[in-house]
């Protein structure tokens, strides 16, 4: 077996010059570092992890720290960390979180990540205060996607804005009977993203005066299949919205299957609108608003390599990106409406909106 010995004979420098350019550091010039790398794959040498993670004192690894890894969000994000790392010769390790109930999670502990990472990125996890005693202690850089927590770098969207934009769009056709699937219960505190698009609902149905029904908010796992059963209720009485915002297109999926199984037309009957343009919305024709969710996992992989090279990265570093507006075919007028409500008439079909922040937007014809 080839060893480093070989590669610094064949490239004509010191073992510790070799190690020193397998490893990254910054002492090499880059002409004697490609003729290390060279030597190295003429020889097929690799160098031994455990090794090299003594001698450096780095694993190349990140742990991601996830509430979920089934789900399509999560696993898009976690898609996008990976190939952000994987360009430096990192790697993901997976640290996931998911309970038995959709209301509980496990805890961070150490065993997660000491001597195993050499940096943590949080999805949409806002530790207890004594998970975040751990993280400080370890002393290793942490970034958090999807929500802000102080004293660390963050990439996320403006939920809220997201929220706001899906339910203008609504109210802007004329729906004014507007129901709400995502509501979950207090219980879920290692969530964050559930409470700010349930209030920014409820805060825009209140600027335009209109009322949040009960009995039309649905309450459930943020899955297809637990918003299709509560869905299935709400459409089996005769008094029904003719709109539901969804706070995700997979619970929007289920909305538009329970209307279907009623006998309900989308959207002549009933209009559908969710969030985060799902791999599906596409397919099924759902009316969403946008979020690159593979983005916020490449951003969130390059300021972690940032810091561990080196770069100073701001604790306050807060990067929103934006949302935009896709309207297909799930979403209508009311059909009793007669002219579209305020804020003006809705864009058409094959138009985006997108916004960077509430309340500021430009419109993308398609």
Request: with cysteine; hydrophobic share 40%; proline share 6%.
């Amino acid at each position: 077996m080839t060893t480093i010995g070989d590669v610094a004979k064949a490239a004509g420098v010191s073992v510790a010059t070799v190690s020193r350019a397998l490893r990254g550091v910054d002492r090499v010039s880059p002409h004697t570092r490609e003729r290390v790398m060279a030597a190295a794959a003429d020889l097929h040498y690799v160098a031994s992890p455990a090794a090299t993670s003594l001698v450096s004192g780095r694993t190349r690894g990140i742990g991601v720290i996830t509430p979920y890894f089934s789900r399509w969000f999560f696993a898009t994000v976690i898609t996008g960390i990976e190939k952000a790392l994987r360009e430096e010769g990192y790697h993901v390790l997976l640290c996931d979180l998911e309970g038995h109930t959709f209301d509980t999670r496990l805890p961070i502990t150490q065993n997660m990540l000491w001597k195993r990472a050499d940096g943590v990125i949080i999805l949409n996890v806002p530790p207890e205060p004594d998970e975040r005693d751990l993280l400080d202690r370890l002393g290793m850089p942490v970034v958090t996607v999807g929500n802000r927590q102080p004293g660390w770098p963050s990439v996320r969207i403006d939920d809220q804005a997201a929220m706001a934009m899906a339910t203008e769009y609504a109210i802007g056709l004329g729906h004014t009977r507007i129901g709400y699937a995502g509501t979950v219960p207090t219980s879920v505190s290692h969530l964050q993203t559930p409470f700010d698009r349930r209030q920014a609902f409820m805060d825009v149905m209140a600027s335009h005066g209109l009322e949040v029904r009960p009995e039309w908010t649905l309450r459930c796992d943020w899955t297809a299949d637990g918003a299709a059963e509560h869905a299935n209720r709400l459409f089996g009485g005769g008094d029904r919205p003719t709109c539901v915002v969804a706070a995700s297109d997979e619970m929007a999926f289920g909305v538009m299957s329970a209307a279907r199984h009623r006998g309900l037309d989308v959207p002549r009957d009933v209009s559908v609108i969710g969030i985060d343009d799902h791999v599906h919305s596409r397919i099924l024709d759902l009316t969403t608003v946008r979020q690159d969710v593979e983005a916020q996992g490449r951003h969130a992989g390059a300021i972690m390599l940032a810091t561990l090279h080196g770069h100073e990265v701001s604790p306050s570093h807060d990067e929103v990106l934006g949302v935009e507006l896709v309207v297909r075919g799930s979403t209508a007028p009311p059909a009793a409406a007669k002219a579209p409500a305020t804020p003006g008439p809705a864009p058409a079909k094959g138009v985006k909106t997108r916004t960077r922040g509430r309340g500021v937007s430009e419109t993308l014809t398609v």
